[in-house]
């Protein structure tokens, strides 16, 4: 199966291995094809987990994971790529009807954006709340304090 | 409930128009109600906006995160040792499994394996935790129908399981059980036989449960046949645990992949047909009596030995990724953990499965009345401290 995949992508696909769990680095431009192609043809029918890294200092500063698993094969894999601030992925909804909510909790906590997502809006935090607090340079404490006033009544949420 | 008009703007309402059911006969006018976030059979603090005609449900639009508490933040900021008590905050029902995946995925990460004496007492306790978790479910789940009974017989035996953890670590519900390594506490003596006693105290009771309800007229026309799901809908969904079993997809991680020495137990995976109501809750019953099987089994079979690995005293894994997943009561409870290789994760991402299996109610209460909506969301078995986070 690597192999295949090697052959159809060349470089922009990386293989990787680690502890036993194998994970596919590709390059952003092949989001969302090869995902499909994973479902399609090497039934990756379930969609784990969407998540994301914060990496401040490098120049694409966020990695996008796709974890996912397939049941006929008892297998799982990663897809993880790399994207820069204010940069957007095709959404997967199409692919996995999972990727609703998923998608909308990465937007939530780092503020990337899904094209095409049904109904791409806040989840966890209320939709007038200001910054992504998964993002490194939000800090444990800060908080929305204009929205805490305006909303709660109270001087300050700590 | 409290009625709220269409117009308003606070509530965007964007995901409610998507594909309406055929209209059925009832010659109402639409509705908008909010039903929560303070609402007793909303297990939490949930708030759905129902788009109904009539009494019946056309869509639904779920709002959460009103227990929020950035539990993947505090991670980050927390040592992987001081981490391991906040995950027994999110699903506080069935706390020890929460901890389980944890130090599981964190001993992953560092290339330990806990000692065979420590999985044992593991098993004990998290499969004991799966039964507490079962019985809260189906004490609630039968409260929201209307059968009160159940509740009372569910918390009495419940009460008998967490006297046990309270004697083993001190702590009824948020137990921090177990260590990153294997365990820090060696079972208390008269452990064995307290466990053994339960388990045929149990036996009996859930037969009693079942009494209660299976034949109970009531209880089968407010079950069957309501929110019925297909086993490839759970699948597009990602919808896992029970309600994924109920919809006859054979599949445990417990089985699939197994941890901590499930792989030495005898037991089945019970599976439902229809996937309603109904054959969710016979899937849950059906796994009582599978635990039960299981904790006999580790019982007997516990053996002699130390029960912690040999874990530094600061731990630091090596730079790397993991991912582990357990079966929790609720469905795959996953943790996803980046080591930059100093003493606080670099990331920690918790795959929660009320969170994933929540976002399937609108695809199962569609078309079905309001007092459904009850009966449906008891029975997806959500915990909504883990949902949040």
């Known amino acids: ?158 | 409930m409290s009625a709220e008009t269409k117009s308003d703007p606070e509530n965007s309402l964007s995901n409610l128009d998507l594909e309406a059911p055929e209209r059925p006969h009832l010659d109402s006018n639409e509705l908008i109600i909010n039903m929560g976030p303070q609402h007793p059979a909303t297990h939490g603090v949930l708030r759905i906006i129902l788009r109904l005609d009539g009494e019946r449900v056309l869509g639904t639009e779920c709002v959460i995160g009103y227990l929020h508490r950035g539990v993947e933040k505090i991670g980050e900021n927390r040592t992987y040792a001081m981490f391991n008590h906040y995950v027994d905050r999110m699903d506080y029902v069935a706390a020890v499994s929460n901890g389980l995946g944890y130090c599981q995925a964190v001993e992953k990460l560092m290339n330990v394996e806990a000692p065979p004496r420590a999985n044992y007492i593991r098993v004990i306790l998290t499969e004991l935790n799966r039964l507490a978790s079962h019985q809260l479910w189906l004490g609630t789940h039968a409260l929201d129908i209307g059968a009160m009974t159940p509740l009372f017989y569910t918390f009495r035996d419940r009460e008998e399981i967490l006297k046990i953890f309270e004697k083993y670590c001190g702590a009824r519900l948020t137990t921090h059980a177990f260590r990153i390594g294997g365990c820090l506490y060696e079972t208390y003596a008269g452990f064995e036989k307290e466990v053994k006693n339960y388990l045929k105290y149990l036996a009996p009771h859930i037969d009693e449960y079942e009494e209660l309800l299976t034949g109970n007229r009531i209880w089968l026309e407010r079950t069957k046949k309501v929110g019925v799901i297909s086993g490839a809908d759970c699948i597009a969904l990602g919808v896992t645990g029970p309600v994924l079993r109920a919809s006859g997809v054979k599949w445990d991680v417990r089985k699939a992949q197994p941890y901590a020495n499930y792989s030495d137990f005898d037991f089945e995976i019970p599976t439902g047909e229809n996937g309603d109501t109904f054959d969710r809750y016979l899937v849950r019953m059906a796994e009582m009596r599978q635990s039960l099987r299981i904790i006999e089994q580790a019982v007997n079979g516990i053996p002699e030995g130390p029960i912690m690995a040999k874990v530094p005293k600061v731990i630091k894994p090596p730079v790397g990724e993991i991912y582990h997943s357990i079966e929790s009561p609720k469905g795959e409870l996953g943790y996803f953990i980046v080591s930059d290789g100093s003493t606080q994760p670099y990331r920690v991402r918790v795959r929660p499965p009320s969170f994933v299996n929540l976002q399937a109610l609108d695809r199962m209460v569609r078309g079905m009345m309001v007092a459904d909506v009850v009966a449906i969301i008891g029975t997806i078995d959500i915990v909504l401290g883990e949902v949040d986070r």
């Not at chain 1, 992508?9 to 390059?27: C, I, M, R």
């Not at chain 1, 994973?38 to 500063?61: G, M, N, S």
Request: aromatic share 12%.
């Open chain 1, 1 to 158: 199966m690597v192999d295949r995949y090697k052959g159809r992508y060349g470089s922009a696909l990386e293989p990787q291995s680690y502890l036993g769990q194998n994970y596919f680095t590709v390059d952003r431009s092949l989001i969302p094809d090869v995902l499909q192609l994973l479902r399609d043809e090497d039934q990756f029918d379930y969609c784990v987990d969407i998540t994301a890294v914060h990496y401040p200092k490098r120049e694409k500063q966020f990695d996008v994971l796709w974890n996912l698993y397939s049941y006929a094969r008892n297998e799982r894999v990663r897809v993880k790529t790399q994207i820069a601030d204010g940069e957007s992925l095709p959404t997967v909804v199409p692919i996995w009807a999972t990727a609703n909510w998923l998608e909308r909790e990465v937007y939530d906590m780092f503020g990337i954006k899904f094209d095409g997502h049904p109904d791409l809006k806040r989840i966890l935090l209320p939709d007038g709340w200001k910054g992504h607090p998964l993002r490194k340079d939000y800090g444990i404490l800060q908080q929305d304090q204009e929205w805490v006033q305006i909303n709660l009544g109270i001087e300050s949420g700590q």
